[in-house]
């Protein structure tokens, strides 16, 4: 159908502090040494298509351990901006009590972090974004590297369908682990999931 846009969603891959428990900043590095993992990605990743990325380093670090194309950077794909809690461990500020932390996640998706962002304002610029790249880009394949919460701001998209509001709190239910892939296809005005937080640790083995 050549109505269909292709999207081809990719969480980056690891760094050291989502490992530790701590909310990345945008010059987070990626761990990009799983070869298994990012060689099983390329096998399955579309070979002409046009590549997009956030421009944070761990997404464009992936980009370039997944393919030499360099990609057009969208800055509305970035992550939700987690204000003053950025490099903060997420155990950290739930211990210390802080009233702020702890009545963010009474409403994670209308309330902003300190200095930061909510959800509903992470999903709005990226909704805006992908609807602009359907335009733009009709009856192509797009791979998109990005992050958890660009992704389910993504599906939070199709699963709405002209619905008003859209699901936002039942998106942020969705799993979405680093170098998981994620398929959604816009069909005309329509979307189809073909596939959430596929290609987990073991499906690279």
Wanted: net charge neutral; charged share 20%; glycine share 6%.
């Amino acid at each position: 159908m050549t109505d269909t846009t292709r999207f081809w969603w990719l969480r980056h891959a690891p760094t050291a502090a989502q490992t530790e428990g701590r909310i990345p900043d945008a010059d987070a590095e990626a761990d990009v040494s799983g070869a298994a993992r990012l060689a099983t990605l390329r096998r399955r990743l579309p070979t002409r298509a046009l590549w997009i990325a956030s421009p944070t380093r761990r997404a464009v670090q992936t980009v370039k351990a997944l393919t030499h194309v360099r990609p057009l950077l969208i800055p509305a794909l970035t992550e939700q901006d987690f204000g003053a809690w950025t490099g903060q461990r997420h155990a950290d500020l739930w211990d210390s009590g802080e009233a702020a932390y702890r009545a963010y996640w009474d409403d994670p998706v209308h309330k902003a972090p300190p200095s930061g962002e909510s959800y509903t304002a992470q999903f709005a610029r990226t909704a805006a974004a992908i609807r602009d790249l359907t335009t733009e880009h009709t009856g192509l394949d797009l791979v998109l590297v990005a992050h958890a919460g660009t992704i389910r701001a993504a599906l939070a998209l199709a699963l709405t369908e002209g619905r008003q509001p859209p699901p936002l709190a039942a998106s942020l239910g969705f799993s979405i682990d680093p170098l998981s892939l994620t398929r959604i296809d816009a069909i005309g005005p329509g979307w189809r999931i073909g596939g959430v937080n596929l290609l987990s640790e073991d499906d690279a083995r």
